[in-house]
């Protein structure tokens, strides 16, 4: 059974930081991960798609990295604004399996 | 262009109430999903349809059912909502490789 792990469960950054978000699954047959945003009380957006066979994906100020032999993604926030205040899930399909998020606080 | 639909966005029932969801989307996508979510927990899946073929997930209660009529439709039904059920319920769908979800419909029970 895949299970999905995000570390850390919460994080807050000054403004214009650079920052990393971490997403860890046990099993590497993936088809594709995603990166998603929630914010407070709303659904899901989606930020980032990256196939099995990638290993980046970039879209403005973030950046996604794959690394399926270690079981590990990474998603990159640079310079960091208030806006950016949310939780951040990843989900790796096969079966789409998300992750327990990490709730980002951007500090004006 | 909203793409993925849910009503109502805030729904309040009594305990033991039914009560039924909606979906509705306009990207044609065969695959739809529903997911339960719980304060500060990942998204569970209940719920995924490939065109009208149902599969429920095995930890699925039995008090949770679900129709789609049709392509663009699907509903979820609760047919005797406990305390325990109170949580953001997500409808999403797939294609071209990517996931697209609606807004929620934050469920209350009294």
């Known amino acids: 059974k895949q299970e999905v792990t995000q570390i850390p469960a919460a994080l807050s950054v000054p403004e214009g930081e650079n920052l990393v978000l971490n997403c860890s699954f046990t099993?590497?047959?993936?088809?594709?991960l995603q990166w998603f945003r929630q914010d407070p009380g709303k659904g899901l957006t989606s930020l980032l798609l990256?196939?099995?066979?990638?290993r980046e994906q970039t879209s403005g100020r973030l950046n996604a990295s794959l690394d399926k032999s270690s079981g590990r993604s990474t998603l990159y926030i640079a310079a960091s604004q208030p806006g950016d205040s949310a939780t951040y899930l990843c989900?790796?399909?096969?079966?789409?399996?998300f992750g327990t998020g990490t709730r980002l606080t951007i500090i004006p | 262009d909203a793409m993925v639909i849910q009503n109502p966005r805030y729904q309040v029932t009594q305990f033991g109430k039914p009560v039924t969801l909606s979906c509705s989307q306009t990207l044609n996508h065969n695959v739809m999903y529903w997911y339960q979510q719980k304060s500060s927990q990942a998204p569970k899946l209940l719920f995924h349809?490939?065109?009208?073929?149902?599969?429920n997930e095995a930890d699925t209660p039995d008090n949770f059912q679900s129709r789609r009529p049709n392509t663009s439709f699907c509903f979820l039904d609760i047919r005797s909502p406990g305390l325990g059920d109170a949580a953001m319920y997500l409808c999403?769908?797939?294609?071209?490789?990517?996931?697209?979800f609606g807004p929620g419909t934050r469920l209350t029970v009294l």
């Open positions: 999403g769908t797939y294609g071209s490789d990517t996931q697209y």
């Open positions: 099993d590497s047959a993936i088809y594709n």
């Open positions: 349809y490939y065109d009208k073929d149902f599969n």
């Open positions: 989900a790796v399909t096969g079966k789409l399996t």
């Open positions: 990256i196939q099995s066979s990638q």
